[in-house]
């Protein structure tokens, strides 16, 4: 039924209701009729009966065998239902009988415990079917018993005509309730199936499509209401496309202003490294001369150790100063390219943090490079390693970059305690924007950015940006 259409499980329904009716129907019928029978049987049998005692009791009293004979003989003939008469005499045996050769085995005892206070009528089953056998007393038995045999045979075969009778009817009526069901079936389903017809038409995308009028009843009432939802979807879907269209030209404004501050971020980057490479490392590189010749020239020896130690820190923040302007610029990154400035910070990165951080590579060097894809690889590995660093206990970093299918894939993987549930909302309260910034500068690249949990249990994020303005590749 599960798999059946509505028109299907309609027609089903009413045949199964008609034919199970009918079952019940045929089933009471039976039953009633059967019982009517067997109760006729016995009230004819017992007024048989009771006709035989009363004529038969002077017979055999006079002992007149030939007259009793006669008399249940005539009766047997004159009735068709009854099957034998038995006379018995006032000890329970054999009187007289119209069996014409001898008594069925076992039929003498069936009233072997009959008294006034139980049921004159007893069923026998034979091989001739049920027959009700009635036994009335002649003189309250003081002379003998009539014994009266009804067979069900002709009753059976009245009850079986009229049921014949009765399956055929049910079979006109079945054939006629068939095409009932059909047109009743098909009345119902059919504006349903329209209703299904024009919503399988809008779900494809055919929005102009509605149900025609249909009569005033439930359905119909269904019909109004799904061509109203059909206008409301239509007038939803128009505002989608006008939000939806507004919303994309925010999202390429949106794109295009973090480009734009990107850029100037880069820009303001490239100028502070310029100007702490040159004017502020030559300042101090100045310095360090004067205080070399101050020293040199220093008569006291207190104040010249005292000048050798200034030159010193002096040094060292000029040290401090070019890696800090080389972190915010790598110049390599404008003359080598990104893979050699990858390889040339993850150098300085061991060297400044005792973490093992392994570099794998399908090529040499990428030239002609978009800048900004350059830039953004190069800060997302900046970023990921700053990252490792500061928020996990990793020993091992695998920093991988391969060319894929006209992509660039960058993979950074640590051994460290991975990212747990509720780290991101962490970060946003605490204003620490690193990883929604690398996936910022990876979106505004049309590239893809993700971020889970490796086998190791520590973290990995996947990078995949186009590969713009590709060179040759050395």
Do not use: C
């Not at 269904?222 to 939802?229: E, P, Q």
């Not at 010193?312 to 401090?320: E, F, H, M, V």
């Amino acid at each position: 039924m599960i798999k059946l259409n509505i028109r299907q499980k309609i027609f089903i329904t009413i045949l199964a209701s008609l034919f199970s009716l009918a079952i019940l129907l045929g089933w009471i019928i039976w039953d009633s009729l059967t019982n009517m029978m067997i109760e006729d049987l016995i009230n004819r049998g017992n007024n048989i009966a009771v006709h035989i005692s009363e004529t038969s009791s002077d017979y055999i009293l006079f002992d007149d065998n030939y007259a009793v004979h006669q008399l249940i003989t005539e009766t047997y003939e004159l009735n068709e239902d009854v099957r034998y008469i038995m006379v018995l005499d006032s000890n329970s045996a054999v009187y007289e009988h119209t069996f014409s050769n001898f008594l069925p085995k076992g039929i003498i005892n069936a009233h072997s415990d009959y008294n006034e206070n139980t049921s004159n009528a007893k069923t026998i089953s034979s091989d001739e079917g049920a027959i009700q056998d009635i036994i009335v007393p002649i003189e309250d038995g003081e002379v003998g018993y009539v014994r009266v045999g009804m067979s069900e045979k002709q009753a059976n075969q009245y009850i079986f005509s009229k049921m014949t009778e009765l399956l055929i009817v049910t079979l006109i009526v079945a054939l006629f309730a068939t095409g009932v069901a059909y047109f009743i079936s098909r009345r119902i389903t059919s504006p349903i199936q329209r209703l299904v017809d024009v919503a399988s038409g809008i779900s494809a995308g055919d929005l102009s499509l509605r149900v025609k009028s249909i009569k005033n009843d439930e359905v119909g009432e269904l019909a109004s209401t799904f061509n109203a939802m059909a206008d409301n979807l239509i007038n939803s879907n128009n505002q989608i496309d006008t939000l939806l269209k507004q919303l994309q030209e925010k999202e390429k404004l949106r794109s295009k202003l973090i480009l734009q501050l990107l850029s100037v971020q880069e820009d303001e980057r490239r100028r502070i490294s310029r100007e702490l490479h040159d004017e502020t490392s030559q300042a101090l590189t100045s310095l360090m001369v004067t205080m070399r010749v101050l020293a040199n020239e220093a008569k006291d020896e207190e104040q010249q150790q005292l000048l050798f130690t200034s030159r010193d820190i002096a040094a060292d923040i000029l040290r401090q100063i070019r890696d800090l302007a080389v972190d915010l610029r790598p110049p390599i990154l404008d003359n080598m390219g990104v893979v050699s400035a990858i390889k040339k910070y993850i150098k300085d990165f061991k060297e400044k943090y005792d973490v093992d951080v392994s570099f794998y590579t399908s090529v040499t060097e990428i030239t002609d490079l978009d800048e900004n894809v350059a830039l953004a690889i190069y800060r997302i590995v900046q970023e990921s390693l700053n990252n490792v660093i500061k928020h996990t206990e990793a020993t091992r970093i695998k920093v991988g970059l391969i060319l894929e299918d006209n992509n660039i894939k960058l993979t950074v993987s640590d051994n460290g305690q991975g990212i747990k549930e509720g780290d991101f909302m962490k970060a946003q309260a605490q204003n620490r924007i690193g990883i929604h910034g690398m996936k910022e500068r990876v979106e505004v690249q049309n590239g893809s950015f993700t971020i889970l949990t490796n086998q190791l249990g520590g973290t990995k994020i996947i990078v995949s940006l186009p590969l713009i303005q590709k060179g040759r590749l050395s």
